[in-house]
Every structure is written in C-alpha cells, then in structure tokens.
C-alpha cells in the first residue's frame, strides 16, 4: 500500500481566484491520478499525471482549467484556475502500485464563494 | 466508456443481518472489478478486488462475487456491525487495459443497533 498525503486539507476561496493542492506520496509511484468529487456525487477522473510526460485529460477537463505538475515520483499538483462556486468540491489523488488497485489521499474540500 | 449501476443509494440494514450490495455494469466485460469504502470527509479505501476468473472472493467478513454472464457484482458484508456503516463504491477500468477506474455513485450503508 501507499500513505498520501494532500494539502490543504481544505480551504475556501473567492471567485475569480487559483488554488494549487498538492499531493505526497510515501513510496515512489509512476501513476496518478486526480479526481474530483462533487456534493453527492461519485467519483469523477479528472486527468492522469504520469512522471515524464504531460498529463492526459479527461473529457469535459482541459489543462487551461486545471494544470498539473509531476515534477518527480513523489509528488503532484493541481491548480485549479480562475474558481466559480461550481469548482466547490472534494478534490482527490490517487496512485496505482502495479497491482491493478489505487491508494487514494484524504481529500481536499474546497468551496468557492 | 463503462457504465456502472450500483442498486440504492441508501440501504439500512439491522446489526448482525447480511447487508448485501449490487453493482452492474454495461459495455465491455472488465478484466476485474473492485470495491472501496468511503467515510465521509475521507479518500476511497480499498476493500477487494475480484478478477474475471474467479467466482467469488472472501476477505474476513467480505465476500465479493463476480457473474459475467450477468453483468454483475454482489458485496456482501456478514454480521453486519455500526462500524459498518459507510458509503461502499464499486469501481471497474475504464476501458480495456486501462488504469483508469471508473466509479459507481454507490451505496450509503446504515447499519442500525
């Protein structure tokens, strides 16, 4: 398994403005995702971030919205841009160990005023 | 893309029952099928994972099985307890040989003393 860790664990933020979170993961890992969960709903992948290569997005994403840096094995960011009150939402990182199973972090809670 | 129906959205159950969860899905038959736990405020813990060859698979008081033919996956959780009580996901690869994992909406269990 793997221990993740993301900051913040929460914040809120006004309209208009850009929130980074970061995503740590204990072991070194090839695969990561990034998914967002809004209130009530399930899980969405929002793009996959791979180390050494620029992140795949998912239909519906787009890099300018949310960018993504895997600057090594370890670690991950998501920004997301230019925040409206539809961005408020968990956001969640994840790692894939090669054994067909992800590990997930504990969330980040972001509401957007 | 796979589509993935998981039964109720609440099911509350009487401590010491068999809760038991569906979850079906459409499109291609995945290689294998997982289940996760989720409390709230918290990332997806990974429970099981059930692979397109085998029937069924047990984990202490979990017991997953998979029907093909069917479409289907059923988690059963024996001798139910408060602790219990959670939001179960079910989850598959996103298309053949992927990692990506798309996500059921799942079912909230409550499980009642």
């Known amino acids: 398994s793997a221990v993740i860790s993301q900051k913040p664990s929460r914040d809120i933020c006004q309209r208009g403005t850009s929130l980074t979170i970061q995503c740590q993961v204990d072991s070194q890992v090839t695969m990561m995702f990034w998914y967002r969960q809004q209130p009530g709903q399930s899980l969405t992948l929002i793009a996959t971030?791979?180390?050494?290569?620029?992140?795949?997005?998912e239909s519906g994403f787009v890099i300018d919205k949310f960018p993504i840096s895997r600057p090594n094995l370890t670690f991950s960011t998501l920004t997301v841009s230019n925040m409206s009150p539809e961005d408020s939402s968990i956001y969640l990182c994840?790692?894939?160990?090669?054994?067909?199973?992800?590990?997930f972090g504990p969330g980040t809670r972001l509401t957007v005023l | 893309s796979q589509k993935i129906e998981q039964n109720s959205e609440a099911l509350n159950i009487q401590e010491g029952k068999t809760a038991t969860l569906t979850c079906n899905y459409t499109n291609y038959s995945p290689a294998y099928l997982q289940w996760y736990r989720q409390d709230p405020g918290r990332g997806p813990v990974f429970l099981l994972l059930?692979?397109?060859?085998?029937k069924e698979k047990r984990k202490e008081r979990l017991k997953v099985t998979f029907d093909t033919t069917l479409k289907q996956s059923l988690f059963h959780i024996t001798a139910s307890q408060p602790a219990d009580s959670a939001t179960y996901l079910c989850?598959?690869?996103?298309?053949?040989?992927?990692?990506?994992?798309?996500f059921g909406k799942g079912t909230k269990l409550s499980v009642i003393p």
């Open positions: 971030a791979n180390q050494g290569s620029e992140a795949t997005y």
């Open positions: 994840s790692v894939e160990l090669g054994t067909d199973t992800q590990y």
């Open positions: 059930i692979r397109e060859n085998e």
């Open positions: 989850a598959l690869p996103s298309g053949a040989g992927s990692y990506q994992l798309t």
